[in-house]
T-cell receptor
């Protein structure tokens, strides 16, 4: 199983809503990533978790709150988002062996209204 | 991670070899060159990576210059399904607090 599964695939939320994005992998990978991608732009790194601990936060606003409850699961909690936060949110995971590649999910298309 | 420079866009005829260049003149000795591609609205897909030797797998070949300051991804027989944005990334191979940072990439269009 070399899949990273993201749910939901699409999400529409209001600016006062609270929602969560979910990412799951069963490859035993101990590094997991959240990226944000706007249309026609490259993915931008948001957070990195290493062994279930947050190791990198790329100065992401606090309305985005990541969580890694176990080694297979990564969540991104969303609260009080703005319309400009509408984007494709991508999750990735990577194993601990040297120079292994990262695997990406298909993303959650988020629209904030 | 070292910065990379890629052409914004390229066209290639179907069935021909697609050669995608990448400059990474500030690459460090312990940084690998990775290639990913992203087909429209999908997650990035790993293609190939290398340190200093040329590499080949079922998808592509990677040619890295001897000074390691540039590389070329080769898709030997391009098909319409190879139309995508191709990203060249350089990063250290260790695990932990490493970033996987995407540059602007090359938009490759395969022409029938």
């Amino acid at each position: 199983d070399t899949e990273v599964t993201q749910t939901p695939k699409h999400l529409v939320m209001g600016m006062t809503n609270k929602k969560s994005l979910k990412c799951e992998q069963h490859m035993g990978h101990r590094a997991m990533y959240w990226y944000k991608q706007k249309a026609k732009k490259p993915p931008e790194l948001m957070f990195v978790y290493s062994y279930e601990k947050l190791s990198i936060n790329e100065s992401v606003p606090s309305r985005f709150s990541p969580e890694c409850p176990n080694s297979s699961l990564l969540n991104l909690h969303l609260h009080a988002l703005q319309p400009e936060d509408s984007a494709l949110y991508l999750c990735a995971s990577r194993g601990t062996l040297k120079n292994t590649e990262a695997f990406f999910g298909q993303g959650t298309r988020l629209t904030v209204v | 991670d070292a910065k990379t420079t890629q052409p914004t866009s390229m066209d290639c005829a179907e069935g021909r070899a697609a050669n995608l260049p990448c400059n990474h003149s500030t690459i460090s000795g312990n940084e690998y060159v990775y290639w990913y591609r992203q087909i429209h609205s999908q997650g990035p897909q790993y293609i190939i990576h290398g340190l200093k030797n040329n590499e080949t797998n079922e998808m592509a070949s990677l040619i890295i210059t001897e000074d390691r300051k540039s590389s070329t991804l080769i898709l030997p027989h391009a098909t319409l399904r190879d139309t995508a944005v191709y990203y060249c990334i350089v990063r250290v191979a260790n695990f932990g607090n490493e970033k996987l940072t995407f540059g602007t990439g090359t938009r490759l269009t395969i022409i029938p």
